[in-house]
């Protein structure tokens, strides 16, 4: 962590988490694979590391959403890495669509040698049931919505929608669980906590938004400074602290409040929403740690 960010404590574990994690647990049994939804930005923050225990040997697809808002370049980093895991790699950008539609065909590779049990048994019409699982926030709903061709699963712009288990029908031969989103109980780091709250898998309301946005300034200017120069119109000074950055770009946007006082709430709410968004550009925040 660079010495010009401040500490934060960030956590966040509602009771009705405890209840999804049961849930998925007797369900897991029930399932042939399990598709596991991370965004594209931060795979390494929005992976659940109880997954891992959660699903056991189960086959396992991950799916690199967002990959329209990522570096390219990292995607690739990415993609290989998990490849080297043994994990099969889709990804996607649920909000545009690219990349749902090889969906299926990736989870029937995945999941060819019990497909061929399946046909040895006279079973061949016996659907795949697949588990999605994700963090909050991370597209996991849109992208359901994307590969049904229908709103089958709730879906909106905040984590913790999801809030029980439904089943939907893709086609004959392939079913979806929809999971709540689960964080874990405690995070391993100040920075997963962070990049959770930067991309909105945790609620804004419960954490500092100027501290964050800070913090947020200053990992930009240490990965793409270029991006805080094209956006906000100024050279990130590589001394100053976070709150200083946030200063010179709400004083560039003209946010002041009385006094010469930047109205740094307001700044903080568009420096969230612009990252978000994809505005600032294609940006990676992790890379693998090899």
Request: hydrophobic fraction near 40%; proline fraction near 5%; include cysteine.
């Amino acid at each position: 962590m660079s010495e010009k960010t401040e500490k934060m404590n960030i956590q966040w574990f509602p009771g009705h988490m405890t209840k999804a994690q049961r849930m998925i647990e007797e369900n897991m049994k029930i399932v042939d694979a399990v598709c596991e939804i991370i965004d594209a930005r931060i795979p390494y923050s929005s992976r659940n590391p109880d997954i891992d225990k959660l699903a056991g040997s189960k086959p396992r697809l991950v799916i690199l959403n967002r990959v329209d808002q990522a570096d390219p370049s990292v995607t690739a980093l990415w993609r290989n890495y998990f490849k080297s895991q043994g994990l099969h790699v889709l990804e996607t950008d649920c909000k545009s669509g690219k990349g749902v539609s090889g969906f299926a065909d990736a989870i029937r590779s995945v999941l060819k040698e019990k497909l061929e049990a399946y046909a040895a048994k006279g079973q061949a019409t016996r659907p795949l049931r697949v588990m999605i699982l994700g963090i909050p926030n991370v597209g996991k709903s849109t992208f359901i919505n994307k590969v049904a061709k229908r709103k089958a699963a709730l879906a909106a712009d905040k984590p913790g929608v999801t809030r029980g288990k439904q089943w939907i029908t893709i086609d004959a031969g392939l079913e979806l669980l929809d999971t709540p989103g689960i964080l874990w109980p405690r995070f391993d780091s100040q920075e997963v906590g962070e990049c959770l709250a930067f991309t909105g898998a945790i609620r804004d309301q419960i954490i500092d938004r100027e501290m964050l946005c800070s913090n947020l300034m200053v990992k930009l200017r240490e990965l793409y400074p270029q991006c805080i120069e094209q956006r906000y119109k100024f050279a990130p000074d590589p001394e100053a602290t976070g709150l200083t950055l946030l200063e010179e770009a709400a004083k560039k946007r003209g946010f002041i409040v009385s006094k010469g006082e930047f109205d740094l709430e307001r700044m903080s709410v568009i420096l969230l929403d612009e990252f978000r968004d994809g505005k600032l550009g294609r940006i990676s925040l992790e890379k693998p740690k090899v």
